[in-house]
């Protein structure tokens, strides 16, 4: 109790100035309403708490997230916006079912089968790998995909629906039902395979051409099958041309190729592993090898040719999104259908319906500087350019309430314009409808949103957060 009463006398003694000085600023979580936070732990006073901005994390000081690759302890240590989680305790990296994108510059979902790679992008458990470019089973003469995953090709006598699915080294064929061998031959215990029946001299017969292949039900001669053309087995098709037997059908041996039916051979198609000129990519799907070295599309801006996902990237400024099957806008954006192209938002921002909406998580200091920050914050270089948000309807409402934090107050566009009416005053005169949000007569000047609805209990000076909103460009 002395000691309390000499402490409480000496610093009521001191002037205010040499007090503070002598207590030293708060650090983190401690209240900043009468000392000013710790500037060496790069504290911000936030909600009158010391903390660090979003989204900087606090490890005896507040740090920037970690990059990929870079050191970290914690997955909140790491940069949230490229999906990065910390391994072993040590390193921001992807998890098991993700790979860095160079492109993207975040962490994306590995690829499955048929999808076009580089390294180790595609999914290992499914037993892919990628190969020439494209990602599928380690060896094709043993396993086989099943539309799941990669699993082992069939023995003899099993059932089959595809000659695919039969093991090359058995040199069976589906019949339909099960792998098995033609009528000329039987499974030879000692080889393991096929093998011709007793009495059939190959020795006086002459080899066919590369062109053709042995029938063994009418012992001769007969022309390999081109594209499109049923087959039982993959030395039925002409593997000159790069065809193999894929599900009884020639066809491509990857799916990095399609036919050209006019060249009678198989050529690269749209945006898959690199080619060297125009003569490398398919003509028939109008295609030219571009200044990426990947065949796409000959592009002239309102006259592209696109089809099946072959995306209009110049005039609609889509890409080809493998796991949507559809074309698609990058993201934060969408496509607009009143300029009829992708927009961008900014990397801080949500596209909804032709706009760009931003949610503040750090606190405006009054009504007028919600605002002007929303005007004039610096966003990847740019101005953000936006106005305090307007709800003009129930819809988007709906949508608000989706995007806003629990219990957290934000100043909008609306204000008071005569006695008991209001209007979104930033963007257009347009009153506002209270059957969205119901407004109590004799409120105050200023509009703000908290969890469902708008309200006009607070006065404008006080510190909220703030919603902009912009048409998307």
Request: hydrophobic share 25%; with cysteine.
């Amino acid at each position: 109790m002395v000691f309390q009463i000499f402490y409480t006398e000496f610093f009521d003694r001191l002037p205010d100035d040499d007090a503070m000085k002598l207590i030293g600023d708060s650090i983190y979580n401690e209240s900043c309403i009468w000392r000013p936070c710790l500037k060496a732990h790069n504290l911000k006073c936030i909600d009158k708490i010391c903390t660090c901005e979003s989204p900087k994390y606090y490890r005896g000081k507040c740090l920037a997230p970690s990059k990929y690759t870079e050191k970290c302890v914690f997955n909140s240590d790491c940069d949230q916006t490229q999906v990065l989680v910390c391994l072993n305790y040590s390193t921001c990296d992807c998890s098991s079912s993700m790979f860095w994108s160079t492109v993207n510059l975040k962490c994306i979902y590995r690829l499955t089968h048929g999808e076009s790679c580089s390294g180790d992008q595609c999914i290992n458990h499914l037993g892919l790998i990628c190969n020439s470019g494209a990602c599928s089973c380690p060896d094709n003469s043993r396993f086989y995909w099943n539309g799941n995953m990669c699993v082992s090709k069939k023995n003899f006598d099993q059932t089959c629906y595809s000659t695919t699915e039969c093991m090359d080294s058995e040199a069976t064929y589906c019949d339909g039902s099960k792998c098995t061998c033609t009528n000329m031959q039987y499974l030879s215990n000692s080889l393991s395979k096929c093998t011709r029946r007793l009495g059939e001299d190959l020795f006086l017969k002459c080899p066919c051409s590369i062109t053709q292949y042995f029938n063994e039900t009418i012992n001769d001669c007969v022309d390999k099958k081109l594209n499109g053309e049923t087959c039982l087995l993959t030395h039925h098709c002409r593997s000159d041309l790069g065809l193999t037997c894929q599900n009884n059908i020639c066809l491509c041996k990857s799916p990095k190729y399609t036919w050209y039916s006019a060249g009678f051979e198989c050529k690269l198609t749209y945006d898959q592993t690199t080619c060297s000129n125009d003569t490398d990519c398919n003509p028939s799907e109008n295609l030219i090898c571009s200044q990426v070295d990947k065949c796409d599309c000959k592009r002239v801006i309102n006259d592209e040719n696109y089809s099946s996902n072959h995306c209009m990237t110049l005039t609609e400024k889509t890409y080809w999104n493998f796991s949507k099957n559809k074309c698609d806008c990058y993201t934060p954006g969408g496509f607009s259908y009143l300029i009829d192209e992708c927009t961008i938002c900014f990397s801080d921002e949500i596209f909804k319906d032709e706009h760009c909406y931003f949610v503040s998580k750090n606190i405006a200091n009054g009504r007028g500087n919600a605002k002007d920050r929303c005007k004039n914050d610096n966003i990847d270089g740019e101005k953000r350019e936006s106005s305090l948000l307007a709800i003009y309807s129930v819809e988007l409402n709906n949508f608000v309430q989706t995007i806003v934090s629990q219990n957290e107050e934000y100043w909008i566009a609306g204000k008071k314009v005569n006695n008991n009416e209001y209007d979104w005053k930033e963007t257009s005169s347009t009153v506002v409808d209270e059957s969205i949000c119901s407004l109590p007569s004799n409120g105050e000047d200023c509009l703000y949103y908290r969890n469902t609805c708008f309200y006009n209990d607070k006065t404008c000076d006080k510190d909220f957060r703030f919603i902009c909103q912009r048409i998307a460009t």
